[in-house]
């Protein structure tokens, strides 16, 4: 058996290898959720080649995944020289990274008499000390493509932020058609909440343009220093939606609006920043391809994440601006992980703030969720009523927007608590049966019987109703979604082997149902524990119903080993279609 790599679609390697692959990822990935910061080249030397180059590109996605998510140095040049002999594979996935998330074939190759003179290129842009009139006095950031310097104008006589790009080896001409579009449609913005371009043209082959220079942090750094109050984040928000609203009356759609590309002034104005991503409403995008999911994954509306470009209008930013406010009244974006938020933002509703934080406004809930509705048509008609409604919040006015009904709050109940609902409806489905057996006369199912299962139904719903509560706490453990399933089992377990018929009961196929649901949490680890448990629990049912059943014929040998093999083999087509995903998905995973 092979399976498709996601970095090159025409390598293909044995199953055993992915395997591998995956698994020393999980640990590179574990390393840098527990705070420490791994050096890739320790765990390239777990393999050999050919594996090593495709275990590499996996790595340095991670990799930049997690520096960026940290806004932790991301150095090209640290890369090539630490990897001089892997230019080539550095040069695509750092494209793949940046620019449109997957390998286009017409980027401009690396060859091995090209590496040094990269290496030189990022050197001479490091130590540059003049960029036409422009005077660098020192570098802000650092990305994959270029470096953002602080530079003083010596004709103007004003301070400036100068963002330069690197055309002559790693950019695109995509990317090199993305930074002129950047350039092109902030500079026809004139608006105190977005940050002003002043400038642009190329130098020594490197292209650059002059922006505003804004004295104060990111709203990320921001974030993660303090928690804002609830009208400091209204006032906030309402002023980045008047910005917004500007720059649509304009003809320009941002497409990418999250803390990191918010700066704050030394007073905490939010000025709008980064136009990389952003399209324009008047006029067709040549760069943009149809299919290409473009944003960040926790702040991307869900037309986005479907790669539905015709489709992402001035609505996604009114979603992103939800989104933002929700990080600031929450702790965190609705939807925390690259893999959740590419998936559960198309099905799921996020839980609202209140329930999250209970000092959360109900206006400033209710705000928030219109603004984060599924439907672009549910969400505010512009970003100019968003910062309107926020306005009547401030004031202490009656907001515009209205809480949902009550058929649609169950439904969002049920969406953003999918695991206590799906236990809910199959309960009372299971009960409803049990009471229709009990009703037609069934000896089977009165006495004891009846007892024993109302008490389990009962006790499912009510350790599912606790450990969901338990869940959506901000600090939750992941850790408790396994003791929810293996709680699970083992009460399936403990009923079928002493209240029902054991291994002859029709209930047995509870097992298949759980082994098949694992692969909605998302989790290979998940998929592999339900399935091994599930296996275990059924020959423990096997093995005890001649037993504690003596009256009850053992089912064959032939009737049992097809229902452990079926349970194995959901278990394996689980873990692969999650494989599948987490390969699509490389390009856009974050923290988990």
């Given at each position: 058996?092979?399976?498709?790599?996601?970095?090159?679609?025409?390598?293909?390697?044995?199953?055993?290898?992915?395997?591998?692959?995956?698994?020393?990822?999980?640990?590179?990935?574990?390393?840098?959720r527990n705070g420490r910061q791994p050096r890739l080249g320790d765990y390239l030397e777990a393999v050999e080649e050919p594996l090593k180059s495709h275990l590499?590109?996996?790595?340095?996605?991670?990799?930049?995944?997690?520096?960026?998510?940290?806004?932790?140095?991301?150095?090209?040049?640290?890369?090539?020289?630490?990897?001089?002999?892997?230019?080539?594979?550095?040069r695509r996935v750092i494209e793949r990274f940046w620019c449109d998330g997957s390998v286009r074939g017409d980027t401009v190759g690396v060859t091995a008499a090209?590496?040094?003179?990269?290496?030189?290129?990022?050197?001479?842009?490091?130590?540059?000390?003049?960029?036409?009139?422009?005077?660098?006095?020192?570098?802000?950031?650092?990305?994959?493509?270029?470096?953002?310097?602080?530079?003083?104008?010596?004709?103007?006589?004003?301070?400036?932020?100068?963002?330069?790009?690197?055309?002559?080896?790693?950019?695109?001409?995509?990317?090199?058609?993305?930074?002129?579009?950047?350039?092109?449609?902030?500079?026809?913005?004139?608006?105190?909440?977005?940050?002003?371009?002043?400038?642009?043209?190329?130098?020594?082959?490197?292209?650059?343009?002059?922006?505003?220079?804004?004295?104060?942090?990111?709203?990320?750094?921001?974030?993660?220093?303090?928690?804002?109050?609830?009208?400091?984040?209204?006032?906030?928000?309402?002023?980045?939606?008047?910005?917004?609203?500007?720059?649509?009356?304009?003809?320009?759609?941002?497409?990418?609006?999250?803390?990191?590309?918010?700066?704050?002034?030394?007073?905490?104005?939010?000025?709008?920043?980064?136009?990389?991503?952003?399209?324009?409403?008047?006029?067709?995008?040549?760069?943009?391809?149809?299919?290409?999911?473009?944003?960040?994954?926790?702040?991307?509306?869900?037309?986005?994440?479907?790669?539905?470009?015709?489709?992402?209008?001035?609505?996604?930013?009114?979603?992103?601006?939800?989104?933002?406010?929700?990080?600031?009244?929450?702790?965190?974006?609705?939807?925390?992980?690259?893999?959740?938020?590419?998936?559960?933002?198309?099905?799921?509703?996020?839980?609202?703030?209140?329930?999250?934080?209970?000092?959360v406004p109900r206006d400033l809930n209710v705000i928030c969720m219109k603004c984060l509705n599924k439907a672009p048509a549910d969400r505010y008609r512009s970003?100019?009523?968003?910062?309107?409604?926020?306005?009547?919040?401030?004031?202490?006015?009656?907001?515009?927007?209205?809480?949902?009904?009550?058929?649609?709050?169950?439904?969002?109940?049920?969406?953003?608590?999918?695991?206590?609902?799906?236990?809910?409806?199959?309960?009372?489905?299971?009960?409803?049966?049990?009471?229709?057996?009990?009703?037609?006369?069934?000896?089977?199912?009165?006495?004891?019987?009846?007892?024993?299962?109302?008490?389990?139904?009962?006790?499912?719903?009510?350790?599912?109703?606790?450990?969901?509560?338990?869940?959506?706490?901000?600090?939750?453990?992941?850790?408790?979604?396994?003791?929810?399933?293996?709680?699970?089992?083992?009460?399936?377990?403990?009923?079928?082997?002493?209240?029902?018929?054991?291994?002859?009961?029709?209930?047995?196929?509870?097992?298949?149902?759980?082994?098949?649901?694992?692969?909605?949490?998302?989790?290979?680890?998940?998929?592999?524990?339900?399935?091994?448990?599930?296996?275990?629990?059924?020959?423990?049912?096997?093995?005890?119903?001649?037993?504690?059943?003596?009256?009850?014929?053992?089912?064959?040998?032939?009737?049992?080993?097809?229902?452990?093999?079926?349970?194995?083999?959901?278990?394996?087509?689980?873990?692969?279609?999650?494989?599948?995903?987490?390969?699509?998905?490389?390009?856009?995973?974050?923290?988990?």
């Amino acid at each position: 058996m092979t399976a498709d790599r996601g970095h090159d679609s025409s390598v293909r390697l044995p199953l055993a290898d992915v395997t591998l692959i995956d698994q020393i990822c999980d640990r590179f990935e574990d390393a840098w959720r527990n705070g420490r910061q791994p050096r890739l080249g320790d765990y390239l030397e777990a393999v050999e080649e050919p594996l090593k180059s495709h275990l590499f590109e996996e790595l340095l996605l991670s990799d930049l995944t997690f520096r960026t998510r940290d806004e932790t140095t991301v150095d090209a040049g640290d890369y090539l020289s630490r990897f001089p002999e892997r230019g080539d594979q550095i040069r695509r996935v750092i494209e793949r990274f940046w620019c449109d998330g997957s390998v286009r074939g017409d980027t401009v190759g690396v060859t091995a008499a090209d590496r040094p003179a990269v290496r030189a290129e990022w050197a001479e842009l490091a130590t540059f000390q003049q960029c036409g009139k422009y005077e660098l006095q020192g570098e802000i950031a650092r990305g994959g493509m270029g470096i953002v310097f602080q530079a003083r104008d010596t004709q103007l006589q004003r301070r400036v932020a100068l963002k330069m790009i690197l055309d002559r080896h790693l950019a695109s001409q995509e990317a090199v058609q993305r930074f002129y579009a950047e350039a092109e449609m902030a500079a026809s913005l004139n608006h105190p909440g977005i940050v002003p371009i002043y400038d642009a043209g190329s130098h020594a082959g490197h292209l650059y343009y002059a922006m505003g220079y804004v004295e104060g942090p990111t709203l990320a750094a921001e974030l993660r220093r303090r928690r804002f109050g609830m009208e400091e984040a209204a006032q906030l928000v309402r002023d980045l939606a008047r910005a917004v609203d500007y720059a649509h009356q304009h003809g320009v759609v941002h497409r990418d609006l999250k803390p990191g590309n918010i700066l704050l002034t030394h007073n905490g104005t939010p000025q709008i920043t980064d136009f990389g991503l952003a399209t324009r409403t008047d006029r067709s995008e040549p760069i943009t391809i149809a299919g290409q999911i473009l944003g960040t994954p926790g702040y991307m509306a869900p037309e986005q994440a479907t790669g539905h470009v015709g489709q992402s209008g001035p609505a996604v930013d009114i979603y992103a601006l939800g989104a933002v406010l929700y990080h600031m009244i929450t702790g965190h974006p609705p939807f925390r992980t690259a893999l959740e938020a590419l998936v559960c933002v198309l099905e799921q509703d996020p839980v609202p703030p209140r329930v999250l934080n209970r000092a959360v406004p109900r206006d400033l809930n209710v705000i928030c969720m219109k603004c984060l509705n599924k439907a672009p048509a549910d969400r505010y008609r512009s970003a100019s009523a968003l910062a309107d409604d926020l306005q009547r919040f401030l004031d202490g006015d009656m907001i515009h927007a209205k809480p949902l009904s009550l058929r649609r709050r169950a439904l969002r109940w049920a969406r953003h608590r999918p695991r206590l609902a799906a236990v809910l409806v199959t309960m009372i489905a299971f009960y409803l049966y049990h009471l229709a057996c009990l009703a037609s006369g069934s000896p089977e199912s009165g006495g004891v019987f009846h007892a024993q299962t109302t008490l389990t139904v009962a006790l499912v719903c009510a350790y599912g109703w606790i450990f969901q509560t338990l869940m959506m706490r901000p600090r939750a453990r992941p850790s408790l979604l396994y003791w929810w399933k293996t709680t699970d089992i083992v009460v399936l377990t403990l009923f079928l082997a002493l209240a029902a018929d054991g291994a002859a009961s029709p209930l047995v196929v509870i097992y298949l149902c759980m082994a098949a649901s694992a692969g909605l949490s998302f989790d290979r680890h998940m998929v592999w524990l339900v399935t091994a448990a599930c296996v275990v629990s059924y020959a423990l049912v096997v093995a005890t119903t001649g037993w504690l059943h003596p009256d009850v014929p053992n089912p064959p040998v032939r009737h049992t080993i097809p229902v452990a093999i079926s349970i194995v083999a959901i278990g394996l087509v689980q873990y692969y279609v999650l494989r599948c995903c987490r390969v699509a998905l490389t390009p856009y995973r974050s923290c988990e």
